[in-house]
């Protein structure tokens, strides 16, 4: 009796052990999945330029390149109803993200618009952003549009200051914008966005065939 009471309590042992063995490996599997889920979702939004109010509920990105001509159309025909629907509406607070990945032209504009923001600020960043847009030629084909030269002119088109286009100018030679479209490009790549121009709410690439799919995105996000 005595051997089989200490062979059912060894048994009783191990059966512990084993669930609970069982219970650590589905926290630990889960707590990776949940580490993995939001390294994917975290974006760090400090110091991007964006329109809309400051606590807005639901984050949207633009990821463009400002030598990709359906950004252009994207800016021209799709933002102003999204500002109109969606950022006056206090809902969303719009952010754009470089995604430079057509040409050295992609690169120049991009650091030069992010200088332009630590330089200038918010207002004077969505001035250029807009104006650099209209000012895109449609043949791209063309290379080496983006000159120091060119992006100056484009600069001194909205801003009246001589000198604060200068100290844009002087900081773009030396690198200012370098990081900012590093810290954008690795955004980018977390997320998987492979094109231009790619929108994400909330950390979430969407898909979209239509405003109306960027209208239910928003009111999901909204409701989480």
Not at 2 to 7: C, D, E, L, R, V
Not at 61 to 81: L, M
Not at 100 to 116: M, P, W
Not at 117 to 144: C, I, R, T, V
Request: hydrophobic share 40%; with cysteine.
């Amino acid at each position: 009796m005595a051997n089989t009471k200490q062979k059912g309590s060894i048994n009783w042992i191990f059966w512990m052990i084993g669930i609970i063995a069982v219970g650590v490996i589905i926290i630990v599997v889960l707590d990776q999945n949940m580490s993995s889920s939001e390294k994917e979702t975290s974006i760090d939004y400090e110091n991007q330029p964006y329109i809309g109010e400051e606590d807005a509920p639901v984050n949207m990105i633009e990821f463009g390149d400002y030598r990709c001509p359906h950004c252009k159309n994207f800016q021209q025909s799709a933002f102003p109803e999204i500002k109109k629907q969606l950022v006056d509406s206090g809902d969303v607070k719009f952010y754009f993200v470089n995604y430079a990945f057509l040409n050295k032209d992609s690169d120049r504009g991009a650091k030069f618009a992010e200088t332009v923001f630590q330089e200038l600020g918010n207002n004077a960043f969505w001035e250029f952003h807009d104006h650099l847009f209209a000012s895109m030629p449609d043949d791209m084909n063309k290379s080496n549009v983006y000159t120091t030269e060119f992006l100056k002119q484009t600069l001194q088109d909205v801003v009246d200051d001589q000198e604060k286009v200068q100290t844009v100018v002087e900081a773009y030679e030396n690198g200012a914008g370098e990081d900012a479209l590093e810290k954008d490009m690795e955004i980018a790549r977390n997320l998987g966005v492979t094109g231009t121009p790619t929108v994400a709410v909330d950390g979430e690439v969407i898909k979209l065939e239509s405003f109306q799919d960027l209208k239910d995105a928003v009111e999901e996000a909204k409701n989480k």
